[in-house]
């Protein structure tokens, strides 16, 4: 099993990670806030959008990692996982662009993460769960054996242990950055916690997931079948 990089580097702070796919109205926004709650460096990992979100990351401070071909939100944040553990940072923070996650509740999981009572937490928002999301949740809860409310949601920090087990090439080979993402790290004997958080509707976008009944099938599915091969 091979890593991005073979030596651990100097431990640095945080970082926060934000994938984004065409999020130009609103990803410039997401990283203000950011910025002006923590102080700590922002990376936009651009998943070859076609509108401005780059340019719209890139003015209010971050740094950007542009990608030639799309990969999906997992590769994205994957991506940023190898750039944060080669920057040598001590916690990693994913969160959505699209304005669902309030910068407010980033200190809310790093926190656990600083006082080592867990290597990966979730922000969970439990009040948020469409009636398709909630029946996920209950499924893939009883698959998975995850002691875990909000399996879905995309505000986790991970700490360097958790970063440096993402850049496995195993990962590379995940298609959504959630459910399988938990069960790996479970298996690679990490603790795993949440806490809860409010977050906001989304500003503009919808669920890539939770949208349709097809998009949820189709999630079922797939997952089902890589959670399924991770227990074996």
């Known amino acids: 099993m091979k890593n991005c990089f073979s030596q651990e580097q100097r431990s640095g702070p945080l970082v926060v990670l ?11 926004r997401s990283v203000a806030e950011v910025k002006a709650e923590l102080d700590c460096d922002v990376v936009v990992i651009d998943d070859a959008s076609v509108d401005d979100t780059a340019e719209e990351a890139r003015s209010a401070g971050a740094t950007v990692l542009p990608l030639r071909v799309q990969i999906g939100a997992w590769g994205a944040i994957r991506t940023g996982m190898c750039y944060a553990f080669k920057h040598g940072y001590r916690v990693a923070v994913t969160m959505d662009g699209d304005g669902q996650h309030s910068a407010k509740t980033i200190q809310s ?27 996920v949740w209950v499924l893939f809860r009883k698959l998975t054996k995850l002691k875990v409310e909000d399996l879905t949601s995309g505000l986790r920090a991970y700490n360097r242990a958790a970063i440096f087990e993402l850049t496995s090439s195993v990962t590379a080979l995940f298609d959504y950055q959630d459910i399988v993402v938990l069960l790996y790290l479970q298996k690679r004997g990490l ?6 958080v409010d977050m906001c509707p989304r500003i503009s976008g919808h669920s890539k997931i939770f949208h349709s009944w097809v998009a949820v099938l189709r999630y079922l599915l797939v997952t089902s079948v890589l959670c399924l091969s991770r227990e074996k």
Do not use: M, Q, Y
Request: proline share 7%; aromatic share 0%; net charge neutral.
């Open 18 to 28: 934000i994938p984004a796919l065409n999020e130009a109205s609103t990803i410039g």
């Open 109 to 135: 999981v790093v926190a656990p993460i600083e006082s080592k009572e867990a290597d990966v937490i979730i922000g969970s928002c439990i009040d948020r769960g469409s009636r398709a999301r909630k029946i």
């Open 191 to 196: 603790k795993i916690a949440e806490t809860p």
